[in-house]
């Protein structure tokens, strides 16, 4: 068993979705669960989310679709990327998943195998690209998409309408308000359900509308915009990664520490090694000054990050071997690691190695 060790808070899941619920009002939740649950844990996740009153699930494909329907989560599963094979299709179908259409190619894969699905079985959904570019079909293709959907015996109910925010994280609003303005244009071609917001869409985006949100980073305690802290919106950490520290000592002013010398001590200066790597998912481009908690005290790496080691700054903290470090959580807010590191909390935490996950340490049940 690695020093290293993953936390996750199925209290903080709950509470969060709670703040997800009062933002959303009466507009209905798909609970972003792809990529392991953003490395949360993808049943642990769900089955939080679930206790909390998700009305449904988001997932990337139907392959996780196909795991929440087995681990028993009865709730609606929206599925983003849609299916791209016949075997696809076809869990969707037996299953009751909600795919998405975001590609013409998977109009002409259903057409092809409608006659051995079973009918109505699939809700479908058009995405729509309204500026971000990404996935989506144009404007313009949208009302012969969804001619065709509704002539599929495959499909049951009306169609419903998506998109997503390209910007909705930054001060802005005026490349979401655009986006938010061509959508409606494209919904008002045809009845079915609507779904616009993520989570910075949810908590910034307020004239957004829609039917349904797909909250996913603010559920695990994640900011979701390029400003401000989590905390100002009642948001808690699910996701703590601790260890200890297996060495302590002093270097010499002057000398330099880890690989490729980076740091060099600007006076003798005690220093811990922290068991902790980019093995487990700790970013190795963190640089010198990257937030870290020794016993509950902030202090900071120095050096360049090894595969299970990271070197910290002991300068006035009282610590010995053993002592416990905090790399971010509860007692430290990912999204600070992840602004010192130049990347995104999102990508803290899916980075997180799969030993620690399955290892991890499940709070709040």
């Not at 509470?15 to 993808?42: C, E, M, P, Q």
């Not at 520290?245 to 090694?273: D, H, K």
Request: net charge negative.
């Amino acid at each position: 068993m690695r020093r290293a060790r993953l936390l996750i808070d199925t209290a903080a899941m709950r509470h969060n979705l709670g703040v997800a619920r009062d933002a959303a009002g009466t507009r209905s939740i798909f609970a972003a669960v792809k990529a392991d649950g953003y490395g949360h844990g993808l049943l642990t996740a769900a089955r939080a989310f679930s206790a909390a009153g998700t009305d449904g699930f988001a997932v990337a494909t139907p392959g996780e679709g196909l795991a929440l329907r087995e681990a028993g989560l009865t709730e609606r599963i929206l599925v983003l990327q849609g299916a791209l094979t016949a075997d696809e299709l076809a869990v969707a179908a037996e299953r009751s998943l909600d795919l998405v259409f975001h590609e013409l190619a998977q109009l002409d894969l259903l057409d092809q195998h409608a006659a051995s699905l079973p009918p109505g079985r699939i809700r479908a959904w058009i995405k729509a690209d309204t500026g971000m570019h990404r996935e989506g079909l144009m404007p313009e293709t949208v009302p012969t998409a969804r001619e065709r959907l509704l002539a599929c015996p495959a499909i049951g109910g009306t169609i419903g309408l998506m998109t997503h925010f390209a910007r909705a994280d930054e001060p802005d609003l005026g490349p979401t308000e655009q986006q938010i303005e061509t959508f409606r244009a494209i919904a008002a071609g045809g009845p079915g359900e609507t779904s616009l917001c993520n989570s910075a869409g949810l908590l910034g985006a307020t004239a957004a509308g829609g039917d349904w949100v797909r909250p996913g980073v603010m559920l695990y305690g994640g900011n979701p915009f390029i400003f401000g802290e989590a905390a100002q919106f009642d948001l808690r950490a699910a996701m703590t990664l601790k260890t200890v520290l297996v060495a302590v000592r002093q270097v010499p002013r002057g000398e330099s520490i880890g690989y490729g010398g980076r740091f060099v001590a600007p006076e003798t200066m005690p220093v811990g090694l922290a068991s902790v790597g980019y093995g487990d998912g700790y970013p190795r481009h963190a640089p010198d000054g990257t937030p870290i908690l020794v016993n509950g005290q902030r202090s900071q790496i120095v050096g360049r990050v090894s595969m299970d080691l990271v070197t910290v700054d002991l300068r006035g903290i009282q610590a010995q071997v053993g002592d416990e470090v905090e790399c971010w959580g509860s007692g430290l807010p990912i999204d600070q690691v992840a602004q010192s590191a130049g990347t995104i909390s999102y990508e803290l935490m899916c980075q997180v190695s799969g030993q620690l996950r399955a290892e991890a340490t499940i709070l709040g049940q």
